[in-house]
């Protein structure tokens, strides 16, 4: 396949638009937060360091993070043999897809959601998208899954919590879709790297606290979200034993192992103090109310996101849709990914509130300029 990453051919497209002079609103996806002494000093000490060759990634980032599953769900994890460290989630995730479903199989999605297509279809996989519903705010729809599965399907992914809605599923919905995937022999592989951005309602639910012995499970994480970790892409993929054995043999031909330095400034971040990210996971509640104040005013709508960074905008009343309302949007200082990327509508788009207060209300300030323009 050829297709581009719809979030790295995006900011490749508005960085375009910037140098062409157009002025859009700075925001980002991800924390970029510089990293604190204690981690710097934990990459400097590794980088002069030999360390032995773990496949599975270093014990001691393997403990921290049983330790932090322990400590914040009471999930009991054998760090040697139900852990291992990769280069962020959507490396995981490849690598658990190609290890576990066979070729020719089909994976139901259900979407909007994160870029797993291609993924997917490099596994040699085919992918079933099951649309949730802006009215039940983009729920998962466990009935929906279940009228999708034919004798194909093998597996089904889901991201918790959503990206691009920032819906985040219930202990129930999770029940009820591991019932769902037990009863057909599903996998049920889910992306949760947005752990620490729920900013309300019962709050996130690791699938493996729902059901912590199935062998059908798999999880992947990444730092990336929750550790301001992009520079350094870490992340982990958690599983029972038998079922982590196979995608350890298959991430041993896909890379060998995750570089120790990244590692040993993951466990410093993760071990050490962590007042350097209370300031931006404080605000985030504070940044989403901001911008969906604007987005109303401005007289769009969107369901109010109950975790991520991001608020997935109905721009159906501008009367474009797809690449068109891309480009609508950064004419109109905006960066927004449209639906379609997500495998959702192409009359909505994700916008992003990771930036400075005053940044995120001069968002909704465009867009009520926009919403003024289109009116005349």
């Given at each position: 396949?050829?297709?581009r990453?719809p979030?790295?051919a995006?900011t490749?497209?508005?960085?375009r638009?910037a140098?062409?002079?157009?002025h859009l609103?700075?925001v980002?996806?991800v924390?970029m937060v510089?990293m604190?002494?204690?981690v710097?000093?934990?990459a400097s000490e590794a980088a002069?360091?030999?360390?032995p060759?773990?496949s599975?990634?270093?014990l ?9 599953l322990?400590?914040?769900h009471g999930?009991?994890v054998d ?12 490396h995981g ?10 070729p020719?199989?089909e ?8 870029f797993f ?6 596994a040699g996989l085919?992918?079933?998208y099951v649309?949730?519903?802006?009215a039940a705010g983009?729920a998962?729809d466990?009935d ?13 992914i889901i991201c ?6 920032g ?6 919905e ?5 019932d769902l ?10 992306d949760e790297?947005?752990?620490r951005?729920?900013h309300?309602?019962?709050g996130y ?13 798999v ?5 990336s ?7 350094w892409?870490?992340?982990y ?10 995608i350890?043999r ?5 890379a060998?192992?995750v570089g120790d330095v990244?590692?040993a400034?993951?466990h410093?971040?993760?071990t ?8 931006e996971?404080?605000t985030?509640?504070?940044r989403?109310d901001?911008l969906?104040a604007g987005v109303?005013?401005?007289g769009f709508?969107?369901?109010?996101p109950a975790a991520?960074?991001f608020t997935?905008?109905?721009?159906t009343?501008?009367g474009v849709r797809?690449?068109d309302l891309e480009d609508?949007l950064?004419q109109?200082?905006?960066?927004g990914l449209v639906?379609n990327?997500?495998?959702g509508p192409?009359?909505h ?5 990771g930036a ?6 001069q968002?909704?300030a465009r867009l009520g ?5 289109r009116a005349?």
């Open positions: 396949m050829n297709e990453l979030a790295l995006f490749e497209h508005a960085q638009w140098a062409a002079g157009h609103v700075p980002r996806g924390p510089p604190p002494p204690h710097v000093a934990a002069a360091q030999v360390f060759r773990e599975r990634g270093s001691p980032l393997r403990e921290a993070i049983a330790s932090t322990s400590v914040h999930m009991a760090p040697d043999r139900e852990l291992l460290i990769t280069h962020g989630a959507q995730m490849s690598v658990a897809l190609r290890a576990l479903v066979a020719g199989a994976v139901v999605i259900p979407a909007p959601t994160y297509d291609g993924m997917v279809r490099m085919t992918p079933r649309p949730t519903d802006a983009w998962l466990v929906a899954v279940e009228k999708a599965i034919t004798a194909r399907t093998r597996a089904v918790n919590p959503n990206n691009p809605t819906a985040v599923p219930t202990r129930r999770l029940s009820d879709l591991l995937a037990a009863k057909h022999g599903l996998y049920v592989f889910s790297s947005y752990e951005y729920v309300e309602g019962p639910v690791p699938q493996r606290s729902v059901r912590p012995t199935g062998d059908h499970l999880t992947v994480t990444s730092l979200k929750n550790y301001a970790f992009t520079s892409r870490i992340g993929v958690h599983a029972t034993t038998r079922t982590l054995d196979a350890h298959a991430f041993e031909w896909d060998i192992n990244p590692q400034a993951a410093a971040a993760i050490g103090p962590q007042d350097w990210l209370d300031v996971f404080a985030m509640r504070e989403r901001i969906q109303e005013a401005a709508t969107a369901v109010r991520g960074i997935f905008v109905d721009f009343a501008t797809g690449d609508t950064l109109a200082g905006v960066c639906g990327g997500f495998q192409a009359t788009a994700r916008l992003l509130y400075a207060a005053e940044n995120v209300r968002l909704g300029e926009l919403a003024q323009r005349r």
